[in-house]
Nanobody, 124 residues
């Protein structure tokens, strides 16, 4: 599986961005998918995850109520709609795929494939 993230950019605080991750390869519907983010000098942080059939959606507390994860297994995509953005959301955002878990984990070490990252910058 190859993952390609897109949709990052520069936005003012309070604004919105939508990230998309396109997957190539077979059996996208067999993967739990997640978004992580990382800032320079910091550990990679879990943001959100969605199970294979979209039944389970998980969010880190800091983005609950502002971010929404979704997926389209027919199109092999997973999206992250980000609203009410804050400067502390500034980071490089990565999508990731996990083949094994029924419930996508929050630990990035559990993921099998990663996209290249897309920069999100929120100005104050």
């Amino acid at each position: 599986v190859q993952l390609q993230a897109s949709g990052g950019g520069l936005v003012q605080a309070g604004g919105s961005l939508s990230l998309s991750c396109a997957a190539s390869g077979r059996a996208f519907g067999s993967y739990g998918m997640a978004w992580f983010r990382q800032t320079p000098g910091q550990d990679r942080e879990f943001v959100s995850a969605i199970s294979r059939g979209s039944y389970i959606r998980d969010y880190v507390d800091s983005v609950k109520g502002r971010f929404t994860i979704s997926r389209d297994n027919a199109k092999n995509t997973v999206d992250l709609q980000m609203n009410s953005l804050k400067p502390e959301d500034t980071a490089v955002y990565y999508c990731a795929a996990d083949l094994d878990a029924l419930r996508p984990p929050r630990d990035g070490r559990e993921y099998d494939y990663w996209g290249q990252g897309t920069q999100v910058t929120v100005s104050s």
